[in-house]
């Protein structure tokens, strides 16, 4: 019987699949303000989607379909339209942008300490092999953009996802969010929570849609502009897993 590492960190055990003596902790996925006080935190939940996991990357670094699969939390009119910025690194795909004057999305304007409209930022983090950190900034209209001095009434939350995949068809799919408000109120963790959970429901049944209808295509798929930060993260993706295969050949 063979014997893994494992590491206990951030609520979940983390498992070393891999040589034992390349096991190191360090290189566990970073979570900013874990164990901050001033900063809240919700301990989200789980759900196994029925999908290959890289479908679930592919939504996770995917601006566009917030519009149309969220549209009564997560959207906002700017997200069908405001351009992305991508960037490729050793760790994974970043796709980012601030959308300026805008209206707040409904998910988030009950939590925001200012009222009328604001920019935006949207930061998608996909890190390999399977995990996710996405970034939501909103400020006072006016008061955004990259380098400018935090407002204030700034309200950022910073969500994590993490997926193990179960076979080629399946995937366990956890999260939880980390926010700049409210530490140690169980009744807004509790309705990030609930409003977090119908939101990434929403996105099961989708993605269970887009497993079975790749499975059973009968033209090639086309893929767009949108489609580039997670085309890049699957094609680095297959690069560490071929070349992982080599050095074990």
């Given at each position: 019987?063979?014997?893994?590492?494992?590491?206990?960190?951030?609520?979940?055990?983390?498992?070393?699949?891999?040589?034992?003596?390349?096991?190191?902790?360090?290189?566990?996925?970073?979570?900013?303000?874990?164990?901050?006080?001033a900063w809240g935190l919700n301990h989200g939940d789980a759900m196994e989607v029925a999908c290959n996991y890289l479908y679930i990357t592919d939504n996770l670094l995917d601006p566009s379909h917030?519009?149309?699969v969220h549209p009564t939390s997560f959207a906002g009119a700017a997200c069908e339209n405001t351009p992305m910025?991508?960037?490729?690194?050793?760790?994974?795909?970043?796709?980012?942008?601030?959308?300026?004057?805008?209206?707040?999305?409904?998910?988030?304007a009950a939590f925001l300490k200012f009222a009328g409209r604001c920019d935006?930022?949207?930061?998608?983090?996909?890190?390999?092999?399977?995990?996710?950190?996405?970034?939501?900034?909103?400020?006072?209209?006016?008061?955004?953009?990259?380098?400018?001095?935090?407002?204030?009434d700034v309200f950022i939350m910073d969500s994590y996802d993490l997926?193990?995949?179960?076979?080629?068809?399946?995937?366990k799919y956890y999260w939880f969010q980390t926010r700049n408000f409210a530490p140690g109120d169980a009744q807004v963790s509790q309705r990030f929570a609930d409003s977090v959970?119908?939101?990434?429901?929403?996105d099961r049944v989708i993605l269970g849609a887009v497993h079975k209808g790749m499975a059973n295509k009968r033209t090639p798929n086309i893929d767009l502009r949108i489609d580039n930060g997670p085309l890049?993260?699957?094609?680095?993706?297959a690069q560490l897993i071929e070349a992982e295969q080599q050095v074990q050949a």
């Open positions: 019987m063979r014997a893994y590492p494992v590491e206990s960190r951030y609520g979940l055990p983390w498992i070393w699949m891999g040589a034992t003596d390349k096991a190191d902790p360090a290189t566990i996925f970073h979570v900013e303000h874990w164990g901050d006080t917030v519009t149309w910025e991508t960037t490729v690194t050793d760790n994974g795909v970043t796709i980012s942008r601030w959308m300026n004057d805008v209206e707040a999305a409904p998910f988030y935006r930022k949207q930061q998608y983090e996909g890190r390999f092999p399977s995990h996710a950190a996405i970034k939501a900034i909103f400020t006072p209209a006016g008061s955004g953009g990259d380098g400018a001095a935090p407002h204030p997926m193990t995949p179960i076979d080629a068809n399946s995937t959970r119908a939101a990434f429901e929403e890049r993260f699957r094609r680095r993706m």
